[in-house]
């Protein structure tokens, strides 16, 4: 049979040497590799799966070479130039930028929650935001059983989510605290060592950041829920990584909170770490390395009817970015498959 | 004129210190001190207002001396014992711990709040829970004009609020990254450097803990509304010091966004610093050091019929406690001027 051909694009980043360990941890059957960068990253040569990779200069003439699907988590920008070259030339594109999510022929998978819509791709299929993937993952099984009135989030996000010029500004603001020698930012507009910054992405025009506005549609578009009462506050916290978030939801239904347990015990992609008496919660420290949504704290919200409070925490960058879309090039994968079979 | 005499116990902790920080500060006029603390910290020698003072050991007959007042900051367990003491020999006292907080008979003053109300003590005052000064001061205002619903806290607390063993679990993290040594946590059950723990003070049966009871029962009688609905998650941060939290809140009212601004600019103890075009915002960083509640991130929630988002930024250590009892006392002081005059 032949081999499957990945492109791993922005494979120098965060989420791309991300990805490409999650590969390298899942071993896929029949699959080749190209690794591709901006002419910044390209010419370094990475390890992976035991062979040395050049990083090729990603160019419009990069997908003339037959791939069959394609990993981007190059920004926005480079999805919006070279994801549609990539799908005109028979390339299946996993996007991890937000530069497709909202269209609306472009799937925005979760295969946890969505899986069914991955075939009803155009050539794009989007990785959502990763505050939204961890949230859904845990809030989908409870919509079906108890049918979701309303969401608030509130986040609690790492660094990692803002690529390498956010670890840095974390780690140096940390080795200034030691060494007490200054440091310049480059990546937030405030110290986040030390600090909050309740500002995650840009601001739009009605006060909200942009982050906050995509875990309202995204979490709309995943659930088919497009009415749902959403509302959100983003805002990143001086760790590493693994995102958490305490989410206060509303149902339309009654629940029995043993029950609601035992369904997000039963729901894939999650763990319930939740044995209060025990101080058993799920954390960033954890969470991270791990590709499951983590679910604890969960307690009867009595300020509604029917209501509960939810802390959920999971690695972003791998469950909220690389191993989500490695996921779907698995499902895509098994359709291809099941139709050639 | 005789002077008052003011009792600071638990002067060597970190509350402590900040109340003699503030009375330094402010230096109030025509007041003495005798500074005390625990077996373990008496015979320290502390800097305050130009001279040296030796802290006295508390015991049962500190309060012998005639007192007009004293600020406690040494913890439920000491408060229980020696401010009766104190009150029943005419001292009046000013409690920070919860010990007496939700009793009857026992004014529990935010004074932009509710200072009418300290008049009412019985000889024991308390300072609210340090979370719960900065929200009220905050929404006090909008209650009166809009009439809250219901509230939803999510908070971003520092550790300076866990005393100075929380302080050192977090200096211990940081430094231990750069070091490479590790090192024994004193406070949290896991490490606060690099994470986000979901637990602050102990959990109770229905899975919430303590500190957020505190925030929901202690907004409910400040605000003198025992039927309010809240819900709370309260989380520790890796942050030094100034509590952020987003409050997430529904009113009765409608309102015009721009007029609750407005609201909030004009009340007493709040600084509004909203102006996402510039990326403006309350931080712990930009509040730590002040007694001002700092409001921002001031939004429309489109999910319920009159709601707002706010992002709420206070030094926690001054206006969630230090600050406030310092208040507390000028308002006695002008309470018995006024009598005596």
Chains 1, 2 share one sequence.
Not at 145 to 156: A, E
Not at 183 to 205: A, G
Not at 250 to 261: A, G, Q, R
Request: include cysteine; charge should be negative; proline fraction near 4%.
């Amino acid at each position: 049979m032949k081999p499957y051909k990945l492109a791993i694009v922005g494979a120098t980043g965060v989420v791309g040497r991300c990805v490409l360990h999650i590969l390298e941890e899942k071993n896929l059957p029949n699959l080749e590799y190209v690794l591709f960068a901006s002419h910044r990253s390209a010419g370094q040569t990475l390890s992976f799966m035991g062979k040395e990779y050049v990083v090729q200069e990603l160019n419009e003439n990069s997908f003339d070479e037959g791939f069959d699907f394609a990993i981007f988590s190059a920004g926005g920008d480079t999805a919006k130039k070279f994801a549609p070259i990539a799908s005109a030339k028979g390339c299946i594109v996993v996007d991890n930028s937000s530069a497709f999510r909202m269209e609306k022929e472009v799937p925005l998978i979760v295969p946890e929650v969505n899986s069914e819509e991955i075939a009803n791709h155009k050539g794009i299929i989007s990785n959502p935001n990763c505050s939204t993937i961890q949230a859904v993952v845990a809030l989908k099984p409870l919509d079906e059983k108890y049918h979701l009135k309303r969401i608030i989030y509130s986040t609690y996000q790492a660094v990692s989510g803002a690529g390498s010029k956010g670890l840095s500004d974390l780690e140096e603001g940390i080795t200034s605290f030691v060494t007490k020698k200054e440091y310049s930012l480059q990546k937030f507009p405030y110290p986040i060592f030390n600090n909050c910054l309740p500002h995650i992405d840009v601001f739009l025009e009605n006060g909200y950041t942009k982050e906050e506005e995509k875990m309202i549609n995204e979490t709309r578009k995943i659930l088919k829920r497009p009415d749902l009462k959403i509302t959100a506050t983003a805002v990143r916290v001086p760790v590493f990584n693994s995102h958490s978030e305490a989410i206060t939801v509303e149902f339309e239904k009654d629940f029995h909170l043993e029950e609601l347990v035992e369904v997000l015990k039963h729901s894939p992609g999650i763990i319930v770490q939740d044995d209060f008496q025990h101080a058993i919660y799920p954390l960033a420290s954890t969470s991270t390395g791990y590709d499951e949504v983590f679910c604890g704290r969960i307690r009867r919200d009595e300020s509604v009817a029917s209501g509960v409070n939810l802390w959920v925490v999971a690695d972003n960058i791998r469950k909220g970015a690389a191993s989500n879309a490695v996921q779907i090039v698995e499902k895509l994968i098994a359709l291809d498959q099941d139709r050639t079979r």
